[in-house]
């Protein structure tokens, strides 16, 4: 589960929506560091007059420590209140001039975005607000305990939800004690004990122009793409990261959890630690995962676990590649009484993949599939936006984007089954399943 907030202006939502990117052009991204030692990553989009920003920070839940939520509930009480500001009137404030807010948080970092029309009389009051949310929240009293009762609200309903169950259990089968086992909306009780100022502290801590990447894209110049960012910088005290977070441990040995649940279907999770953004196997097992679980009805699972046996509506598998090792997850839905056998047929299939590795024809079309598509991910605005702070939070290649689909054709059979083998234990996968009474 992320927390997130959004502020929308609907005239910059509207231009939003005619901006395509130029199919033909390769991205333009261009990277420095502020003063106070913030990294910036920019690229000119100048065809709109569109400004996106985000600020990225190692700020998710990972660093909540003894506090669980923490990080979430800072995320989302940026923005109502800073100064004389209340949220209402910096929801006013951006509305006013067209502009969007959003703040997120997740297990690895928390975002803050604006997107505003590039005209100064437009953009200065938008900018102003969302470095007053960013930089100066006060976190009023009122808001603190409205924002509490709503995740309290948020957590009684994953309570009633086998999938989130059986997420939350999931997570902290394959983490243990890993700062990855918490869930970013924290528990009832560590919510209920947090304190204003809790959510002040973890703000100061983290929320520094020393921890913080810049992702910049829209109707800009680099000089004033500069002036923008060490204008950012300048406005966040300088702060420094924080230790980097400790590696995961593979798991030692198999493990069920199964949980009771009154309903109709089982949920089953299966899985693992994956792999850390940067990994030198990244390429051969994002096209290997497309073709075992990645890529709805033409997977591998899809077809063994639902169009042969008829045990699932839906099966699939990923990757979630985090600052360190994300999960590999399968998941998949089935009635209480087919709960095991579809874990097996699962379980069998992944094994299979990994001993043998895809088809040539598999890999072809799975190769096909991908780079045809991928244009289609970087045709506009946000999208680069997103793909900015991905390449710099995870310190990926600048030239991630133009050399996405040669690295997706350099795959072979080999790298995917060595990829395969080096990294998933098939023997040694946690297996968490909720619902009825969990026999299964």
Do not use: C
């Amino acid at each position: 589960m992320r927390l997130m907030v959004y502020s929308r202006g609907l005239l910059a939502a509207a231009l939003l929506a005619l901006a395509p990117w130029p199919a033909q052009a390769g991205v333009n991204i261009q990277h420095w560091t502020t003063g106070n030692g913030m990294r910036v990553y920019f690229t000119p989009a100048p065809e709109l007059p569109i400004i996106d920003m985000r600020v990225v920070l190692d700020a998710g839940s990972a660093r909540d420590g003894e506090q669980p939520g923490v990080a979430g509930m800072t995320a989302t009480l940026l923005n109502e209140g800073s100064d004389e500001l209340d949220a209402d009137a910096i929801a006013v404030r951006f509305e006013e001039v067209g502009a969007e807010y959003a703040g997120d948080a997740g297990l690895d970092q928390a975002s803050v975005s604006l997107r505003s029309l590039s005209d100064a009389n437009l953009f200065e009051p938008a900018f102003d607000t969302f470095m007053r949310a960013l930089t100066n929240p006060s976190f009023p009293p009122d808001a603190v305990e409205r924002i509490r009762n709503q995740i309290l609200v948020g957590l009684r309903e994953e309570a009633q939800s086998p999938d989130a169950i059986a997420s939350r259990a999931f997570y902290r089968a394959v983490y243990g004690t890993h700062p990855f086992a918490s869930a970013v909306s924290g528990t009832e009780r560590s919510v209920r004990g947090l304190e204003r100022k809790d959510v002040q502290a973890f703000h100061e801590r983290y929320y520094v122009a020393g921890n913080g990447v810049l992702a910049l894209t829209g109707d800009l110049t680099r000089a004033q793409a500069e002036r923008l960012a060490e204008r950012i910088d300048q406005r966040m005290p300088k702060g420094k990261p924080p230790a980097p977070l400790p590696e995961v441990q593979p798991l030692a040995e198999a493990r069920t959890v199964k949980i009771p649940f009154p309903s109709e279907q089982a949920h089953v999770y299966i899985g693992q630690p994956g792999i850390a953004r940067g990994d030198p196997d990244y390429f051969p097992l994002y096209v290997g995962n497309h073709i075992l679980g990645g890529s709805g009805f033409t997977s591998r699972l899809m077809k063994e676990v639902r169009v042969e046996r008829g045990l699932s509506y839906s099966v699939y598998s990923y990757f979630l590649p985090e600052l360190v090792a994300g999960p590999f997850m399968i998941g998949l839905q089935t009635r209480i009484d087919q709960a095991t056998q579809a874990a097996r047929v699962a379980r069998d299939t992944v094994r299979k993949f990994v001993r043998e590795g895809p088809t040539a024809q598999e890999l072809t079309l799975a190769t096909s599939n991908i780079t045809a598509g991928f244009p289609l991910r970087i045709d506009s605005n946000a999208d680069i936006l997103e793909y900015l702070a991905l390449i710099g939070y995870y310190k990926l290649p600048l030239d991630y984007l133009d050399t996405f689909n040669h690295n997706v054709e350099a795959v072979d059979q080999a790298r995917i089954r060595a990829a395969f083998s080096k990294q998933l234990n098939i023997e040694r996968m946690v297996k968490v399943i909720v619902g009825g009474d969990a026999k299964g």
